[in-house]
């Protein structure tokens, strides 16, 4: 189960978003930070949210699926220029993983359970670290595994989405905090997953 295998089957819709940016003159560096951008803009959303009015949370929503949508069109945008490089893929690369630590970050202020947010943080980071660790010892990069980064964007949003109309706490924990639990125990799982993968084909 992981959506970055459907990256293939939406290059069409991403046609209008290439061209655009491309007319305007804008590099995939640019739509990268902009990416970056609309994460930090969630993460505060989503702690306004937790602190102050939940109909943050819809904007919080909006921002991560923004996020998450730039962070397919900066690849197809350095495609159609021509410009498509390591150094392109490192920054994409870094961006989205401080992207991931201040939305998780975020969504930990906002309901002021850090330790909660410690755990999904990590589960996230070593989801991430282990689909990329793969490559530095031969392998072809791994994205599989329970949750990738683009089923993770995708929960992110939809419980942006309903933590508005759902409030109250339910065992304990707020919606948002029910999602941290779940980043962390599925993303180390999910990182567990891709160790084993990656030990395997190295046998």
Sequence with gaps: MTLDQLRPYVSRFLDPFVDGFDRVGMTPDGVSVLAFVMAILAAVAFLLGGRADPVW?????????????LDIVDGALAREQGVDSA?????????DRYADIVVIGGLAAGIGDYFLGFLAVTGVVMTSYLGTQAQAVGLDRVYGGLVGRADRLA???IVGF????????????????????FLAVVGHFTALQRFFYSWSALE
């Excluded at 150094?87 to 961006?95: P, R, W």
């Excluded at 309903?162 to 924990?173: K, M, S, W």
Aim: no cysteine.
């Design 57 to 69: 949370y819809v904007g919080a929503a909006v921002l991560v699926f923004l996020n998450g949508w």
């Design 87 to 95: 150094g392109g893929d490192l920054l994409d690369h870094v961006l």
């Design 155 to 157: 929960i992110i949003g």
């Design 162 to 181: 309903l933590a508005y109309p759902i409030a109250g706490t339910y065992g304990g924990l707020t919606l948002p905090g029910w999602l941290l639990v």
